[in-house]
């Protein structure tokens, strides 16, 4: 496994001494079931916003609690923070197996929290545990048309 997929006590030990550094923690988190370029421009634009990005990736049992179809997730959860891991943009990625990040982002305290343009502020997971100690959150616009959804729907209409 890719040394920036860390367990969550290590996590947070390289967080601290990030923020030691005086760098800002930016987290987002999801499911990245099936990578396609929404999700890269994504945690790029995410990146952007601060020193250290940290993605929180459910974990297969937590994908299958959001009941998002019932052969999901498709790629496995270790192989998936790997995939995530892999980008220049992403510095750590967690797995996550509760239902959503909330104790993980409780946990990170990050500075800056990021979700996709499809969360209204005031739904998104950790706004007020971030907002209380200062902290921002914001969302970042999606790509037209890129969804892993999509992607599943066009893949299983073309198989024959």
Not at 7 to 34: S, W, Y
Request: proline share 6%.
């Amino acid at each position: 496994m890719n040394s920036k997929v860390l367990p969550r006590e290590q996590l947070l030990h390289v967080l601290a001494m990030d923020r030691t550094n005086g760098k800002r923690i930016v987290f987002t988190n999801g499911c990245f079931d099936l990578m396609h370029i929404g999700h890269t421009r994504y945690l790029q634009a995410a990146r952007a916003l601060g020193d250290v990005l940290v993605v929180g990736v459910n974990s297969d049992a937590s994908v299958r609690r959001l009941e998002k179809a019932p052969d999901r997730p498709i790629v496995p959860e270790v192989q998936r923070a790997e995939v995530l891991a892999a980008l220049a943009c992403v510095d750590y990625v967690g797995i996550f197996d509760e239902p959503d990040p909330l104790e993980l982002i409780t946990a990170v305290q990050p500075d800056i929290l990021v979700k996709g343009g499809d969360w209204p502020i005031d739904q998104i997971v950790g706004r007020k545990v971030v907002e209380a100690r200062g902290g921002i959150v914001r969302t970042i616009p999606l790509v037209p048309g890129q969804s892993t959804t999509a992607l599943l729907h066009r893949i299983r209409s073309t198989a024959t």
